[in-house]
């Protein structure tokens, strides 16, 4: 069974600094794609930045580009999300996200491409 276990959301003041880790089980980092997804109650899922792990190449959406770096750590099994220069309008529920790839070595921001999900941490940017 795939587990995926998100920690590290905490309440941080605009402009801070947050890492969430993304620790999985029973899947293994082998050419597939890692993503972390946010969502506002209300609103749709969104796509933040996926990795592709047989490779390293990412994917990260306008909004966050340049501000947050998704990464990998394959001894550990783990996918980070390094979340710097926050404002307010990131603060949201991320989940990790696994699934397979569907373009080569190059991995999409859409939910449905993504089996696999976690419970979710949640971020909160206020001052």
């Known amino acids: 069974e795939v587990q995926l276990v998100e920690s590290g959301g905490g309440l941080v003041q605009p402009g801070g600094s947050l890492r969430l880790s993304c620790a999985a089980s029973?899947?293994?980092?082998?050419?597939?794609?890692m993503a972390w997804f946010r969502q506002v109650p209300g609103k749709e899922r969104e796509g933040v930045a996926a990795?592709?792990?047989?490779?390293?190449?990412?994917n990260h959406a306008d909004s966050v580009k340049g501000r947050f770096t998704i990464s990998q750590d394959n001894a550990k099994n783990t996918v980070y999300l390094k979340l710097s220069s926050l404002k307010p309008e990131d603060t949201a529920m991320y989940y990790c996200?696994?699934?397979?790839?569907?373009?080569?070595?190059?991995?999409?921001?859409?939910?449905?491409?993504?089996?696999?999900w976690g419970q979710g941490t949640l971020v909160t940017v206020s001052s």
């Open positions: 990795i592709y792990t047989g490779g390293g190449n990412t």
């Open positions: 996200a696994a699934g397979d790839t569907q373009a080569g070595s190059w991995c999409y921001l859409d939910d449905y491409d993504y089996g696999t």
């Open positions: 029973g899947w293994t980092f082998n050419s597939n794609c």
